[in-house]
């Protein structure tokens, strides 16, 4: 199959978040600001398309200026030697996109539920295509292993990370 159409991401309509549980009571979101993201296709039919997506973990953004700095140093994404985490894509067949994640000097394979919201031409004549994304990585596998715990014995972040993903692409050639 010849992947000959290229998507570049829409940033201003994509947004690339995760959550996290912090002491199991509440859940904390965490956004990544910088961030790239291709796919290629066979004409507008996304089946078997591949994607890649890529995010500066310098840019993660908690609203929460302490808790950032914490989390681009060495015990979470070491934002210095570690700049960027990636993911490449190995299938999609409309609901499964499976790929290789990559975060610090770890990579994994990783299946995510992705959705096809549509595709559709906007005002300005541009074909765009609108994807949810979402899933579920164990942050520890990833060498994210910095953990805490309070003095009544809970965890204050949980191993489980829920990706939350919503892009839009827009189609090139």
Do not use: C
């Amino acid at each position: 199959m010849n992947n000959n159409t290229k998507w570049s991401i829409d940033s201003t309509h994509s947004e690339i978040a995760f959550k996290v549980k912090h002491m199991m009571i509440s859940t904390v979101t965490g956004y990544f600001e910088d961030f790239k993201a291709t796919a290629k296709t066979n004409g507008t039919d996304f089946n078997n398309a591949s994607l890649e997506f890529s995010a500066k973990t310098a840019s993660i953004n908690t609203k929460n200026k302490d808790r950032d700095t914490h989390l681009k140093s060495d015990d979470f994404f070491n934002s210095e030697k570690f700049p960027e985490m990636k993911f490449v894509s190995k299938s999609f067949n409309g609901d499964k996109l499976i790929g290789d994640l990559t975060i610090r000097d770890v990579t994994k394979e990783i299946t995510l539920e992705a959705e096809l919201n549509g595709v559709a031409v906007d005002p300005y004549g541009q074909t765009k295509a609108g994807f949810e994304i979402r899933g579920e990585v164990n942050r520890k596998d990833f060498n994210l292993t910095w953990n805490a715990v309070t003095e009544a014995g809970s965890i204050v972040v949980s191993d489980k990370v829920r990706l939350v993903v919503d892009v839009q692409f827009i189609k090139q050639s």
